[in-house]
């Protein structure tokens, strides 16, 4: 059974940081896309950072120079490193594992994140 569970998530003021973590099971972690998105209220569910197995990162423009995706192959987690946070990073941040870039793959059960003040 695949397991992707998210934790890190929580609240903080503008300029701030966290850290979302997101561990795998029931998976070949080391060959997989992993991806961290995100959705806000009423918008649809986006891309925010992913890395593929050979450790190549992509990045949304919004989160450039700010976050960091890194992965740790041995423990079968993701990481979402997030600096100088702002209010429209608020929102529920999903992690996802994919052997294709093309497929859907399996997500976790999501980590809210709120940046307010």
């Known amino acids: 059974q695949v397991q992707l569970a998210e934790s890190g998530g929580g609240s903080v003021q503008p300029g701030g940081s966290l850290g979302l973590s997101c561990a795998a099971s029931?998976?070949?972690?080391?060959?997989?896309?992993l991806g961290w998105y995100r959705q806000a209220p009423g918008k649809q569910r986006e891309l925010v950072a992913s890395?593929?197995?050979?450790?190549?990162?992509n990045y949304a423009d919004s989160a450039k120079g700010r976050f960091t995706i890194s992965r740790d192959n041995a423990k079968s987690t993701v990481y979402l490193q997030m600096n100088s946070l702002k209010p429209e990073d608020t929102a529920v941040y999903y992690c996802?594992?994919?052997?294709?870039?093309?497929?859907?793959?399996?997500w976790g059960q999501g980590t809210q994140v709120a940046v307010s003040s």
């Open positions: 996802n594992a994919k052997v294709q870039i093309n497929s859907p793959g399996y």
């Open positions: 029931g998976i070949a972690f080391s060959i997989y896309i």
């Open positions: 890395i593929s197995s050979s450790g190549r990162t």
